[in-house]
């Protein structure tokens, strides 16, 4: 006859339960060392009876670094992915804030404009108003100091102006006192000098030369005669003595 199933349940009589214990304490921890050395793996067991006390296996030389790689491996997936959903989750919120603090924003300025108004009580409306006084009256201050700022800038560019008309004035001042107390300096000097060539070739012989200096300005004499005079003497200059 075959062995009938077994009933999992706790076993009320102490002395059962211990000797139950006591035999399937050595058997689990025999399994776990034929595991370790037919398949070797890296076997870890812990067993903490109702008492309390503590039995244990460890395939490798020390439990200690059984435990930190079993951590490594569990714990630290588990932490990464329970991280990584706190991140998430901040993240969704903060994006919720922003979200509902940029439609008040959008919201106010609305009410700036004058749209979304019905809804607003008495209160609600006064506030407003003083605040779009004191957003008036710092437009207001902003635009008062900016024209302030482009009036002094045009202030100072005017005193430049005025300082440089000065000085220009002062030179030309200057000039005109001193050509009424020096009027020769202002007149021309002319000086003209002429001088023939002294020797020509063949049957001519020798030229007639006639030099004319003029010293100072004459001014019976007009430009007009000074040039048919300067003509001539260039015409006597080219015709041979002897044809004269």
Same mark, same amino acid.
């Given at each position: 006859?075959?062995?009938?199933?077994?009933?999992?349940?706790?076993?009320?009589?102490?002395?059962?339960?211990?000797?139950?214990?006591?035999?399937?304490? #050595?058997?689990?921890?025999?399994?776990?060392?034929?595991?370790?050395?037919?398949?070797?793996?890296?076997?870890?067991?812990?067993?903490?009876?109702?008492?309390?006390?503590?039995?244990?296996?460890?395939?490798?030389?020390?439990?200690?670094?059984?435990?930190?790689?079993?951590?490594?491996?569990?714990?630290?997936?588990?932490?990464?992915?329970?991280?990584?959903?706190?991140?998430?989750?901040?993240?969704?919120?903060?994006?919720?804030?922003?979200?509902?603090?940029?439609?008040?924003?959008?919201?106010?300025?609305?009410?700036?404009?004058? =749209?979304?108004?019905?809804r607003l009580?008495?209160?609600?409306?006064?506030?407003?108003?003083?605040?779009?006084?004191?957003?008036?009256?710092?437009?207001?201050?902003?635009?008062?100091?900016?024209?302030? &700022?482009?009036?002094?800038?045009?202030? $100072?560019k005017e005193?430049?102006?005025?300082?440089?008309?000065?000085?220009?004035?002062?030179?030309?001042?200057?000039?005109?006192?001193? $050509?009424?107390?020096?009027?020769?300096?202002? =007149? =021309?000097? #002319?000086i003209t000098?002429? #001088?023939?060539?002294?020797?020509? =070739?063949?049957?001519?012989?020798?030229?007639?030369?006639?030099?004319?200096?003029?010293?100072?300005?004459?001014?019976?004499?007009?430009?007009?005669?000074?040039?048919?005079?300067?003509?001539?003497? &260039?015409?006597?200059?080219?015709?041979?003595?002897?044809?004269?």
């Amino acid at each position: 006859m075959g062995r009938g199933k077994v009933e999992l349940k706790r076993i009320e009589n102490k002395i059962n339960r211990q000797v139950t214990f006591a035999k399937r304490r #050595n058997g689990l921890l025999k399994k776990a060392y034929e595991l370790s050395v037919l398949c070797d793996a890296e076997v870890a067991l812990i067993v903490f009876s109702s008492r309390g006390k503590l039995y244990e296996f460890c395939s490798s030389p020390s439990m200690h670094k059984t435990l930190e790689k079993y951590e490594r491996c569990s714990y630290g997936t588990l932490q990464a992915n329970h991280q990584s959903a706190k991140e998430t989750q901040a993240s969704y919120e903060e994006y919720i804030k922003l979200k509902e603090k940029h439609e008040a924003l959008q919201h106010l300025q609305r009410q700036f404009f004058g =749209e979304d108004l019905g809804r607003l009580g008495l209160e609600e409306l006064e506030q407003l108003e003083r605040q779009l006084g004191s957003s008036l009256g710092q437009v207001r201050s902003l635009k008062t100091r900016n024209q302030l &700022d482009k009036l002094s800038e045009l202030q $100072r560019k005017e005193e430049m102006l005025l300082e440089a008309n000065n000085i220009l004035s002062m030179k030309l001042e200057e000039i005109n006192a001193a $050509r009424r107390s020096h009027p020769w300096a202002a =007149e =021309e000097q #002319n000086i003209t000098y002429s #001088n023939q060539p002294a020797h020509s =070739e063949g049957s001519f012989g020798h030229l007639h030369s006639n030099g004319t200096l003029h010293f100072g300005h004459n001014p019976g004499v007009t430009a007009h005669q000074r040039t048919v005079a300067t003509s001539e003497q &260039d015409v006597h200059s080219l015709i041979p003595g002897w044809m004269l």
